[in-house]
C-alpha cells in the first residue's frame, strides 16, 4: 500500500527504500555597483542590521543583493540584451574542489540505513567569518547534524551535547527521531534561515523541514542555530500540504518567506510552491507543479525537488533532475512506480534554472547539469542533491552537496558531502572568438558614463563599449575608440571614456550600451549613476499590459 501525503499526493515510496520512509511516518548588506569595486567578507559588513543581532547580512541578503535594486545584469534574463552579433551564450557548470569530498562519515552515528553516511538536504551559511553547515543522516530515523569550518573546505564535528546517541551526547546531532521529545518534531530535508530582526531572541532562526510523524512540513527556532524548539501549532495544523521533498527560503525583495514543494504531474515528480508572510501561514499560488519535466527533457525525467534562492533580483532554481520513467495510466501503487522505472537510468543530477517570480521558470535548453555526478566508480557517480543555497565567498560561490555512489531506491549506498564552486554572476556569459561581436543592451536611465563589468579576455582579447542613443546612435564623445578597453580577468572592473561626465545642461535621455568583445568573456555588468527614482525592471505593479 502507498503511502499518500495529507493533499492525497504520493510519496513515491519503494520496498528498497522502506527504512527511510519508516523514518518519515513512524516518527540585509547590498551588493550592487559597490561589488564590482570592493566585495565585503561578511566581517567587514557589521551594521546593517539593529545592534542585537549578531550578524549584519543573512545567507539571502547577500545573495539578492538591494531589495529593489539596481541588480547586477546577467545573461539569463532575456529583457537585458536588445540584439547581438557574433556571440555565442554559454552557460557554466559549478567546478568540483579537487579535495573532495569535504565531509564524509566519520562518525558512528553518521548513516545506517538505505543511505549509508551525511548529505545534504541542508544549509551552508556564513556567520562572522565562520561557515556553519546543517546536513541530514539517517540512523534510526531522521536526524540533523551540525558541522562548522573557518574557510569552507575543513570541517568540524562538534561535540554538542544535546542529542544522546547510544547512551552519549558526545556528538553533533541537534534533531533526532529517536529523541523528538528534546526539540518537538522530526526535520527530514533541514532548511536553516536566519532572522535577526525577529522581536524574540529565541527564533532567531528557523528550522524548516518535512515532519513524517506528523505528515507535513513543520518550523522549529533556535536562538543559536543549535537547540531547537519545534512550533506546537505545527504539528496538527498542516502549514501547507506536500510530499516528502520541500526546501525553504527568504524573499528579500517582497519581505516574505518561499517554499518549493514535491508534488506530480503526468511525467512524475514535480515541484510546486508556497509563499508566507510571516513563516507560519502559507499560501499556494496554485496547488500543483508549478516546474516540470517538459518535451525536451528526455522521457525518463521526473523533478525530484528543486531548491531556490534569490540572486540580482531574480530566483535561481537548483532542480534535482531524476531520471526514471514515471508510469502513464491507472492510478498510484508502489509496485507501479517501481515497474515502471525499472528499467531507467535510476541517477539524480543538478541542473540550473531562473524565474522572476517563482511561478515562471526556465532553463537552459540543453538541460546539462550544473553540478555533474561523478565519474563511474566515484563517490557521487549515482546521486547528487544540494544544500538550498550557496555562500558568496570572495569571488565564488560555493555549492555544497550530497554525492551518493548508488541509484535511488538501490541498496548500500553511501553518501558524502562535496564542495562546488561558481565565479561570481558565472551562470553563464556572452563570448565571442577570434571575430569580434557585440551587444546592445536595452535602454537605462544611467546619468554617469561608466560601467562595472564582470569579464575576462583570452590573449588578444579585450571588452569594450559605446554609449548610444534611443536610436542606436552614438553619443558624441562615448564611442569605442574613447573608451578604456579592458582587458585581463576580474568580478569588478569599470569600463570609463575619456569624458568623466556627460555634457553640462543637456537633458539626459536613456541610453543604451554597444558592448565589443574580441577573445573574451561578458557574464555581468551594471552601469553605474542609475537614476534612483526610477525602479528595477522586475519590480511592477502586477497590473496593465
Known amino acids: 500500500m502507498a503511502h499518500r501525503a495529507p493533499n ?19 516518527s540585509a548588506a547590498t551588493f550592487s555597483a559597490a561589488l564590482f569595486t570592493e566585495l565585503p567578507s561578511l566581517g567587514q559588513s557589521e551594521n546593517r ?53 569535504v565531509i564524509k562519515a566519520d562518525k558512528p552515528w553518521e548513516g545506517r540505513s538505505a543511505i549509508t553516511g551525511p548529505y545534504v538536504y541542508g544549509t551552508a551559511l556564513r556567520e562572522n567569518g565562520k561557515f556553519r553547515l546543517w546536513y541530514q543522516v539517517l540512523n534510526h530515523g531522521n536526524n540533523v547534524a551540525y558541522a562548522e569550518s573557518h574557510d569552507g573546505i575543513t570541517w568540524t564535528k562538534p561535540e554538542l551535547g544535546l542529542i544522546a546517541f547510544q547512551g552519549s551526547r558526545a556528538n553533533n546531532l541537534v534533531v533526532a527521531d529517536t529523541q523528538a521529545e528534546i526539540t518537538g518534531g522530526h526535520c527530514h530535508n533541514p532548511g536553516v ?56 527560503c527568504r524573499d528579500p525583495y517582497l519581505e516574505r518567506y518561499f517554499a518549493t514543494w514535491k508534488t506530480r504531474n503526468r511525467r512524475g515528480r514535480a515541484v510546486g510552491v508556497a509563499w508566507s508572510d510571516d513563516g507560519l501561514n502559507w499560501t499556494k499560488p496554485y496547488d500543483g507543479p508549478v516546474f ?79 553540478i555533474r555526478r561523478g565519474d563511474s566508480g566515484t563517490w557521487d557517480d549515482g546521486m547528487i542533491v544540494t544544500s538550498r543555497a550557496p555562500v558568496i565567498v570572495d569571488d565564488q560561490l560555493f555549492f555544497y552537496y550530497g554525492g551518493m555512489d548508488g541509484l535511488h531506491d538501490g541498496k548500500n549506498v553511501h553518501a558524502a558531502i562535496g564542495l ?9 556569459s556572452m563570448k565571442a572568438g577570434e571575430q569580434e561581436g557585440w551587444l546592445i543592451s536595452k535602454r537605462e536611465p544611467f546619468r554617469k558614463p561608466e560601467v562595472n563589468i564582470n569579464a575576462r579576455t583570452r590573449p588578444n ?35 570609463r571614456w575619456k569624458n568623466a561626465r556627460f555634457p553640462a545642461g543637456t537633458k539626459r535621455e536613456d541610453s543604451k550600451l554597444r558592448f565589443w568583445l574580441k577573445n573574451a568573456e561578458l557574464l555581468s555588468y551594471l552601469p553605474t549613476g542609475l537614476d534612483p527614482a526610477q525602479p528595477d525592471l522586475s519590480r511592477f505593479p502586477r497590473t496593465g499590459p
Open 8 to 26: 492525497n499526493q504520493p510519496h513515491f515510496c519503494s520496498p528498497a527504500l522502506i527504512d527511510r520512509r519508516r523514518f518519515l511516518t513512524a
Open 49 to 101: 542590521v539593529q545592534s542585537h543581532s549578531r550578524w549584519t547580512t543573512t545567507l539571502e541578503d547577500e545573495l539578492g543583493g538591494p531589495a529593489q535594486g539596481p541588480w547586477r545584469r546577467l545573461f539569463l534574463d532575456g529583457a537585458v540584451i536588445e540584439s547581438q552579433a557574433g556571440l555565442e551564450k554559454v552557460f557554466h557548470a559549478a567546478k568540483k574542489h579537487p579535495l573532495d569530498p
Open 193 to 248: 534561515i536566519q532572522r535577526p530582526d525577529a522581536n524574540d531572541p529565541q527564533r532567531r532562526y528557523a528550522l524548516y523541514g518535512f515532519d513524517g510523524e506528523a505528515g507535513h512540513a513543520r518550523v522549529a527556532y533556535s536562538a543559536d542555530g543549535l537547540r531547537w524548539k519545534y512550533e506546537p501549532s505545527t504539528k496538527a495544523r498542516a502549514m501547507f500540504t506536500s510530499s516528502d521533498v520541500v526546501n525553504f
Open 292 to 370: 516540470v519535466a517538459d518535451d525536451l527533457d528526455p522521457d525518463d525525467t521526473q523533478i525530484y525537488g528543486m531548491p531556490a534562492f534569490p540572486y540580482q533580483g531574480m530566483y535561481i532554481g537548483l532542480p534535482w533532475i531524476y531520471r526514471a520513467r514515471y508510469f502513464k495510466y491507472g492510478s498510484y501503487s508502489v509496485n507501479k512506480l517501481l515497474e515502471a522505472q525499472e528499467d531507467s537510468p535510476r541517477t539524480m543530477d543538478t541542473q540550473l534554472a531562473w524565474s522572476w517570480d517563482l511561478i515562471n521558470w526556465t532553463r537552459p535548453p540543453e538541460r546539462q547539469p550544473f
Open 420 to 428: 562546488a564552486t561558481l565565479r561570481l554572476d558565472g551562470f553563464c
Open 461 to 495: 582579447g579585450f571588452v569594450t563599449a559605446e554609449i548610444l542613443d534611443r536610436h542606436n546612435r552614438i553619443v558624441p564623445g562615448f564611442s569605442r575608440k574613447e573608451c578604456q578597453p579592458f582587458t585581463g580577468d576580474s568580478v569588478r572592473a569599470v569600463l
